[in-house]
């Protein structure tokens, strides 16, 4: 039974029992992993001296795993608290922000498949909303964009990263245009219309800011109204090619998560 430690994002958790969890932890090295910590919720001294500061949704902490072929859950043995992101609590957008994030990430990601990139962006992430949630003077902060760089991220990690530079219909390079059209099932744009229902309409300036977010370059340029259209584009695909909607989503595409910048 391999056993490893290694740093993790919890991204889910149910109470098992009244002492246990089931958990779901994306690790820095090993990818997602669903796991059984048994005894993590119960209070004597050996407990909470293998489970320290809990084991909670959008937690960073420091795991002890051992996988077991056999079973479908791994042991969770211990865990070191690092980070609870507390100032998430403070503001809506946020956690809106982050819950979304960690229910998109659980869905798109095999169990123990490898993706360092996107635990990186998803520690990425929680650094940004907290610095953002943490500034009660600017309400919105960073906070859409740092969701739109995450998800971009995660999209292009899992393989499934927009088409913006070509045609996806006749492989040709995209000329410019007011507005194209996103296919899904292509995964990418086209200035073709067609009579395909499932096609999106989108704005040339929502493609431009897709190509900075894309270059990691500063979307300070961009008005929110082009950010907000551009995650829900993103949000959008991401529900297409799960073929559902997460619960978290709709809170993304709702007018609440707009307004709650403004």
Same mark, same amino acid.
């Given at each position: ?19 246990? +969890? ?16 048994? #005894? ?31 079973? +479908? ?21 946020? +956690?809106?922000?982050?819950?979304? =994030? $960690? ?29 953002? =949630? ?10 859409? #964009? ?24 006749? #492989?040709?390079?995209?000329?410019? $245009? ?9 995964? #990418? ?35 929110? +109204? ?37």
């Amino acid at each position: 039974m391999p056993r490893f430690t290694d740093l993790a994002i919890c991204l889910r958790d149910l109470d098992w029992s009244e002492t246990s +969890q089931v958990v779901v932890l994306l690790t820095k090295q090993h990818g997602k992993v669903r796991g059984l910590a048994k #005894g993590a919720r119960r209070q004597s001294p050996s407990s909470i001296a293998r489970f320290s500061g809990g084991i909670n949704l959008l937690n960073l902490g420091q795991a002890i795993i051992t996988t077991k072929p056999a079973t +479908q859950l791994a042991a969770i043995t211990e865990w070191d608290l690092r980070s609870d992101y507390h100032p998430l609590r403070n503001s809506l957008h946020a +956690q809106w922000s982050a819950m979304y =994030a $960690a229910d998109l990430t659980s869905a798109m990601l095999a169990d123990e498949d490898p993706h360092p990139d996107a635990f990186e962006a998803m520690t990425e992430l929680l650094n940004a909303l907290t610095t953002s =949630a943490n500034n009660p003077a600017n309400k919105q902060g960073n906070i859409p #964009g740092s969701l739109l760089r995450f998800q971009w991220a995660l999209l292009s990690d899992v393989g499934y990263r927009p088409d913006l530079d070509r045609d996806v219909e006749t #492989g040709q390079p995209l000329p410019g $245009a007011k507005a194209y059209s996103f296919d899904p099932a292509l995964g #990418g744009l086209t200035v073709r219309n067609g009579l395909n229902d499932e096609r999106w309409r989108v704005r040339r300036a929502t493609v431009d800011l897709l190509r900075d977010a894309s270059a990691g370059r500063p979307l300070d340029q961009h008005s929110p +109204q082009a950010i907000t259209r551009a995650n829900r584009l993103l949000c959008t695909y991401a529900r297409a090619l799960l073929d559902k909607q997460l619960p978290t989503m709709k809170l993304i595409l709702s007018d609440s998560f707009e307004r709650l910048g403004n």
